[in-house]
């Protein structure tokens, strides 16, 4: 998007008569063709991996916890993925710094999430000799929580942005 606005083309994008969602339609389309082969040979690459040491895994681990897990970190990638692509494109419109845009979404969607957690883990004296502990599967579960709350909040607020509001206050530069 940022490349978009340099070149020009975002506001004569922008001032076609083409509906604005048939625009946003366009580049998701172009995100999706760019991205699907990497993103299905990842995914695949984890499932492969799955059912090649299955049974090693489970020796391993006392169980078959492990394949949730992968199952999880995969529809976590999914709706991060999904985040990502929503708050990238608004932050792109906003910015003309192309990696402004990018340091910006990835901090909000993935980083955010375990700034939280930590937050929690001090506010809690977790990790400061006061005998509270905290198991993995607590920080995975919060770390779970506080993504799923981040990642929903900032995709709807960016849909309702890039759907909702005029094109003219898109084109103009807020951040």
Known sequence: MTEMRRSGMLELTLTSPLDWRLILDGWLIGLKKVFFIPFAALIGADLIIAVLLGERLTALFSGAWWLAWIVTTNVGLLIDSYALTWLGLRL???????????????????????????SLMALGGVGFNTGITVGSFDLVVSRTVCGLLVT?????????QLRSHRRENLASPQI
């Not at 419109?93 to 990018?102: D, K, P, Q």
């Open 92 to 118: 792109g419109m906003s910015t003309l710094n192309t990696t402004r845009a990018w340091i910006s979404s990835v901090a909000i969607i993935l980083w955010l999430p375990w700034f939280f957690v930590a």
């Open 152 to 160: 929903i909040g900032a995709t709807a607020w960016a849909i309702d």
